[in-house]
């Protein structure tokens, strides 16, 4: 025998111990199983039969026959890690899972049955997030629903101070947007009989008045379910930066291309959703991808929606957490990889 069969073989029994173990915990599915045994079966195959290499060789039109288990080692290892990068992800998910029922189940909770409710997510907003609540409630809306994610501020303290006019839930741990979006619509689900969500900036970028468009639509068409703000469809008092303006132009197209979905301001936080567009829609992707997220569910339940016109009013408070341009790719990534390996 040889060192490179005596090696097949080591290999072997390694990987079949790890695919029994692996499925035996039901860490991955069957198919993952059946191509750990495949690779496995061939590394036996090389050990007791070495000439089919040399087939193999001739099959591939590779330069030498070793050639064939180099490549067909790298697809095995890029395999591996998409299966790793998987797992990770569901880990992750599974903790923002957990740290949302925890922020639940200390929440206050409360049944309101209401016309509307402002969702609003909060994190380091201690500067404006009092501005920002108030002046919903001076417009003659009462309902508000904040998540406070794990700022590192006074932000709690700040929404505390409205302890009897709202709903204020706490991560534990900072989970970003699409979490405490989807902690806000979780809570609703279970407590809250309410009619319209209308999502709002906790930096003060929102025009408050533009929050009765949404709700006059909603009262003409009533097979309505979800309306999208937006900065573009018409001219707005919005003073988007160029910079900004471009990369929200090619988020645009990519999400037009992943989903179908043509929307002129596909990543504007300011919408407004039914309860029965929540009570289908589900978000998992962590990072601001999941805008994109919120539109392919939209395509999956083939919910009716809209544009409307609204003014976004950027400051230097709000233009200072921006995320980079670069982080753009990120979101890209992270959509091509829930769309295609997930």
């Known amino acids: 025998m040889t060192l490179l069969e005596f090696f097949f073989i080591i290999s072997w029994i390694i990987i079949l111990i790890i695919a029994l173990d ?167 689900r279970r407590f809250w009989n309410i009619k319209y969500i209308i999502t709002f900036d906790a930096d003060d970028q929102h025009d408050i008045n533009d929050a009765k468009k949404f709700l006059n639509l909603f009262q003409k068409e009533s097979d309505l379910w979800i309306i999208f703000g937006s900065r573009f469809i018409e001219k707005t008092s919005s003073n988007v930066p160029l910079i900004r303006e471009i990369t929200l132009f090619l988020g645009k197209i990519f999400t037009y291309f992943v989903s179908g979905i043509n929307l002129t301001d596909a990543h504007n936080w300011f919408r407004a959703l039914t309860l029965e567009s929540v009570k289908k829609i589900r978000l998992n992707i962590d990072t601001m991808a999941y805008a994109s997220e919120l539109i392919e569910e939209v395509k999956n339940h083939k919910i009716k929606f809209k544009e409307v016109p609204v003014n976004i009013t950027y400051t230097p408070y709000s233009l200072a957490k921006w995320q980079s341009s670069g982080n753009a790719i990120n979101i890209v990534l992270r959509i091509i990889w829930s769309k295609f390996f997930r």
């Not at 193999?56 to 998409?82: E, M, N, Q």
């Not at 309902?143 to 709202?166: A, C, G, P, R």
Request: glycine fraction near 2%.
């Open 22 to 188: 692996i499925s035996r915990r039901q860490k991955f599915n069957a198919l993952h199983f059946l191509v750990f045994i495949w690779v496995g079966s061939w590394l036996l195959v090389f050990a007791f039969f070495p000439n089919i290499l040399d087939i193999l060789w001739s099959i591939f039109w590779v330069a030498r026959w070793a050639d064939v288990l180099v490549y067909s080692s790298i697809i095995f290892l890029l395999y591996f890690v998409l299966l790793l990068l998987t797992k990770h992800v569901e880990n992750k998910e599974s903790i923002t899972k957990l740290i949302r029922e925890i922020a639940i189940d200390n929440s206050n909770k409360q049944t309101i049955n209401w016309n509307e409710v402002f969702l609003i997510r909060a994190y380091n907003e201690a500067s404006v997030i009092s501005w920002v609540i108030q002046k919903i409630f001076d417009a003659w809306y009462e309902n508000i629903l904040v998540i406070n994610d794990w700022s590192k501020d006074d932000t709690k303290k700040v929404i505390e101070q409205f302890w009897d006019k709202l709903i204020l839930i706490n991560h534990s741990v900072n989970r970003w947007a699409w979490a405490a979006l989807e902690t806000g619509f979780e809570y609703i």
